[in-house]
Nanobody, 118 residues
Framework: VQLQAFGGGLVQTGGYLRLSCAAS????????MAWFRQAPGKEREFVAS????????DYADSVKGRFTISRDKYKSTVYLQMNSLKPEDAAIYYC????????????WGQGTLVTVSS
């Protein structure tokens, strides 16, 4: 499995960005795809996840109502639409994948940096 995240950049407070994660290497029908982030000096934290096959999505409380996770099966890509960005959203964002039966995310992308200016 290969995951490649991109789309980060510099944005002003209140602005928006869309991150993309290109997934390859297998069929992801039985996978959970997720976004995590890690800010300087902080632990990595969960942001959002979805079932590749469709249906359930989950969000961290800190991003509910502002971020939306989605996927395009045909492009094999997972997206994170981030609106109303705040300085505390600044971090390196990672995409990750795990199979349904596992609680651990086994596959990680390389990360993309999001900077939010105040």
């Amino acid at each position: 499995v290969q995951l490649q995240a991109f789309g980060g950049g510099l944005v002003q407070t209140g602005g928006y960005l869309r991150l993309s994660c290109a997934a390859s290497g297998r069929t992801f029908n039985y996978y959970i795809m997720a976004w995590f982030r890690q800010a300087p000096g902080k632990e990595r934290e969960f942001v959002a996840s979805l079932r590749w096959s469709g249906g359930r999505t989950d969000y961290a409380d800190s991003v509910k109502g502002r971020f939306t996770i989605s996927r395009d099966k045909y492009k094999s890509t997972v997206y994170l639409q981030m609106n109303s960005l705040k300085p505390e959203d600044a971090a390196i964002y990672y995409c990750a994948a795990r199979v349904f039966a596992s609680s651990d995310y086994s596959y990680w992308g390389q990360g993309t940096l999001v900077t939010v200016s105040s």
